[in-house]
């Protein structure tokens, strides 16, 4: 079946620094391919999303290249800022499956200023 | 506008105790999923409903639990004769079509069997 492998965490880096958590799927058809956010406290919020090979989502400074030879959807992010602490989750849904959202583990980001 | 609610946003039940959990979606969304997330993991499907059909539910771990969507918008998931093993964050999110992808989540319920 489909999966989602996502870098383990915690991921600890210092304001400013560039940031790359890695996630990698397995599918069987073509999926479309989301970053999702939990910050503190708070419910999951989609944060970007691509929905064919070579489409970059991006939003809030992040970015995000669906990369279908190395089925791969790192996620980069140029500067980070302290408030971008959170537990990062990357997933893909296929409509072979109705669209539920099959999702890595979580990578939890800190930032320390 | 409204995002999607849960109730109650937690939950202690004692190990043996039925419990129900209510999701209130986005007004006018046609999908909704619920999702189990244990601690430290990611969610988990459990079940999806196109307005109040529940065209999948092969995530639901067994016969105890059930959900139903009976006028098309609110959900409740339970969960019958709760066992320690049910205790996790239990996540709603709903799509405005049944064709689109992005969804929408609610705050969660964490449950906690004793």
């Known amino acids: 079946g489909d999966s989602v492998t996502q870098m383990e965490g915690p991921v600890t880096l210092s304001e400013e620094a560039f940031l790359t958590i890695n996630c990698t799927y397995t599918?069987?058809?073509?999926?479309?391919l989301f970053w999702y956010v939990q910050y503190p406290g708070e419910g999951l919020q989609l944060l970007l999303k691509?929905?064919?090979a070579d489409d970059k989502g991006s939003n809030k400074g992040f970015e995000a290249t669906y990369r279908k030879e190395t089925t791969s959807f790192h996620l980069e992010k140029g500067s980070v800022q302290v408030s971008d602490s959170a537990v990062y989750f990357c997933?893909?849904?296929?409509?072979?499956?109705?669209?539920?959202?099959?999702w890595g583990a979580g990578t939890k980001l800190i930032i320390k200023p | 506008g409204a995002g999607v609610s849960q109730s109650p946003r937690y939950k202690v039940a004692k190990r043996g105790q039925d419990v129900a959990l209510r999701c209130d979606p986005i007004?006018?969304?046609?999908?909704l999923f619920w999702y189990q997330q244990a601690l430290g993991q990611g969610p988990e499907f459990l079940t999806y409903?196109?307005?109040?059909?529940?065209?999948?539910k092969s995530g639901l771990p067994s016969d105890r639990f059930f959900a139903e969507r009976p006028e098309g918008s609110v959900s409740t998931l339970k969960i019958q004769r709760t066992q320690q093993e049910d205790s996790a964050v239990y996540l709603c999110?709903?799509?405005?079509?049944?064709?689109?992808?992005?969804?929408?989540f609610g705050p969660g319920t964490r449950l906690t069997v004793t």
């Open positions: 999110a709903s799509s405005l079509r049944d064709r689109t992808y992005e969804q929408y």
């Open positions: 007004s006018g969304h046609v999908s």
């Open positions: 409903f196109q307005n109040e059909a529940q065209l999948d």
């Open positions: 599918a069987t058809g073509y999926p479309s």
């Open positions: 691509a929905t064919k």
């Open positions: 997933a893909l849904s296929e409509a072979d499956s109705n669209y539920q959202l099959i």
